[in-house]
């Protein structure tokens, strides 16, 4: 993992900065008050269940959906200021969106030269772009195929590579992997990473917590259409309950059965195992190991963004660093 | 800015241009189907017209020969192919997702729709002038003055153009939208006159042809082979009217947007 970034709102200038967005469809608030900033070189794993708000997000921040409030600033540029400044605005986001868009009866090439024509590329320039891109994303081989005859992992590339060209501040991928084996999704995380250390600021939402953690992204957890908490990843598991499991020889002194979930042990006669969650898993087990029980064992593991994703199911998280 | 803006535009018209390249069915069919089909119903028109004679400004126009309606007719009614080429061009696109990814770049909504009309005005207008010029050259129509000829034969397909992003914008589906196109091709051709000319229409619809753009796309193109610039100007005000219009609901509609509620 690397090393904690700043969030945001703690760093420079944000490239991405959204404040009190709120859209209603119907009687559905798919946002109320959604706030978030990203800061230049920042990665952002957006998490959040479905209909937490995430892709309405992405939806404005592209220009696709008008707000019913809020603001949208993109490297300062205030995007629903006019359609000028929203078109401005746009010209600095390469958008990955979560369901695939590409022309499928045009070649990878063709598909990738028209993205790099709406972003002002043209002639040798655009297709050096569109070469180096191809490369990074491992599409050189095919990429004078149709895209309707290739593989979905290629066709979520192509989707990739095109918001990639042209290296924008602000990339927007919502969910880019789904579905993707495990080649395109190490390409596609080296180039987010490449993007991010040139100094791109990144919106990455997805359901697969390990990329995020690879990507050493700061997280923003969005639930009933709000950033609910935010923070780097250490910040936000700091909260959460570590699991510590103890073995003890025979079974659970009964002082301690009701402190946690007690199981035998299994390929074992008699011993017992007990599983306690707390936030502070070295006492606890020095206090075990002070009233002198015979332990064959101790492991303890700490929350990770599984169990971050599971809590949010349940309470509003401990820490909140909404902006 | 200026510079950026040709950029986008050509790019989309390169794509679009490929995409309709690479089905070339539909071109192909509408290319040869007005020519077949004029050459089998001159004698029909011919017959059915009234002579010079008795003929009247609010029927039909007048000289207008059966040579004239036959290929007039075959190029309206065939040229509805512009509603097809650029509404099925934008409902797909809807489907495919694209479409949003064009809005959310810095191309305005007047780009795209230029862009999705440039291919689809290059290939009408090589079909106009494969009917018109078969016309002339094979079975010897008479052209009184080119220049009308064009203006109307224009006014038409950016009338139709309209039409078409209007129904790409509005449609749900592809269903839908076939059944809007239906129903539009009655209107335009069958109460256009351009599939049987309205002089041997019942009363009743020569009274309301003239709700139909095709009423005034056949009536520009007949006036221009007489010669008729008044009557052209006139009924090319009321295309360019439609066709402002069209295409006005056709931007107002892409800078609303969609939910994602919708069949699509």
């Known amino acids: 993992m690397h090393d904690p970034p700043a969030t945001g709102g703690e760093q420079g200038a944000a490239v991405l900065s959204v404040n009190g967005l709120r859209k209603r469809y119907g009687s559905v608030k798919a946002l109320d008050g959604f706030d978030l900033a990203v800061a230049p070189g920042e990665v952002t794993g957006l998490l959040g269940h479905n209909g937490a708000g995430k892709t309405t997000f992405v939806e404005v921040v592209s220009g696709l959906v008008r707000p019913d409030a809020g603001t949208v600033r993109i490297s300062g540029i205030d995007a629903l200021q006019s359609a000028r400044a929203g078109r401005a605005a746009r010209s600095l986001v390469g958008v990955a969106p979560q369901q695939q868009a590409v022309y499928l009866s045009a070649s990878v090439r063709e598909n990738l030269r028209l993205y790099a024509s709406l972003l ?3 002639g040798r320039a655009a297709l050096r772009e569109i070469d180096a891109v191809a490369d990074e994303l491992m599409l050189a081989d095919v990429i004078d195929r149709p895209v309707g005859l290739l593989s979905g992992g290629q066709r979520r590339r192509v989707q990739a590579a095109s918001a990639l060209l042209g290296s924008p501040p602000l990339l927007l991928l919502d969910e880019p992997t789904v579905g993707a084996d495990p080649q395109t999704r190490q390409a596609l995380l080296a180039a987010v990473r490449a993007r991010a250390a040139a100094g791109a600021a990144v919106v990455y939402t997805t359901h697969y917590l390990p990329e995020l953690v690879d990507l050493g992204a700061t997280l923003a957890v969005a639930r009933d259409g709000q950033v609910v908490a935010r923070g780097t990843q250490a910040e936000l598991l700091a909260d959460l309950p570590a699991r510590l499991e103890v073995t003890f020889a025979g079974p659970v002194p009964a002082e301690l059965v009701g402190r946690g979930e007690v199981a035998s042990r299994d390929g074992t006669e008699g011993d017992a195992v007990l599983t306690l969650r707390t936030a502070h898993p070295t006492s606890a087990l020095a206090e075990i190991v002070s009233r002198g029980y015979v332990l064959r064992g101790v492991d303890v593991r700490h929350a990770t963004l599984d169990d971050l994703f599971a809590a949010l199911r349940q309470t509003r998280p401990g820490v909140d660093h909404a902006a | 800015m200026l510079r950026d ?16 390249v690479r089905e070339p069915g539909p071109l192909i069919s509408r290319l040869v189907m007005p020519l077949v089909l004029m050459v089998m119903l001159r004698p029909l028109y011919a017959a059915a017209l009234p002579g010079p004679a008795t003929a009247t ?51 305005s909504a007047a780009e795209i729709l230029v862009a999705k009309a440039v291919p689809a005005l290059g290939f009408l207008a090589a079909q106009q002038v494969v009917v018109f010029g078969v016309g002339v050259v094979a079975l010897g129509l008479d052209v009184r003055n080119a220049g009308l000829l064009a203006l109307a034969v224009g006014m038409w397909v950016a009338m139709l153009l309209g039409v078409g992003m209007a129904l790409g914008t509005l449609s749900r589906s592809h269903a839908e939208m076939a059944a809007a196109q239906d129903v539009g091709g009655l209107v335009l051709t069958g109460l256009g006159g351009a599939l049987v000319p309205l002089a041997v229409l019942p009363h009743w619809v020569r009274s309301v042809a003239p709700v139909s753009p095709g009423y005034w796309g056949v009536r520009a193109m007949t006036s221009a082979l007489a010669g008729d610039a008044g009557q052209v100007g006139r009924s090319v005000a009321v295309l360019g009217a439609v066709a402002v219009l069209a295409m006005g609901v056709a931007v107002w509609r892409i800078r609303r947007g969609w939910s994602r509620s919708k069949l699509l």
């Open chain 2, 5 to 20: 803006a040709a950029i986008r535009v050509g790019g989309m018209v390169r794509l679009n241009t490929v995409l309709l």
């Open chain 1, 120 to 122: 002002g590329l043209a």
């Open chain 2, 57 to 107: 400004a609010a029927v039909s126009t007048p000289g207008l020969t059966g040579t004239g309606q036959a290929v007039t007719g075959m190029a309206v009614m065939f040229s509805l192919l512009a509603l097809s080429m650029v509404g099925s061009g934008i409902l797909t696109e809807r489907m495919w997702h694209t479409w949003d990814r064009l809005r959310g770049s810095a191309t």
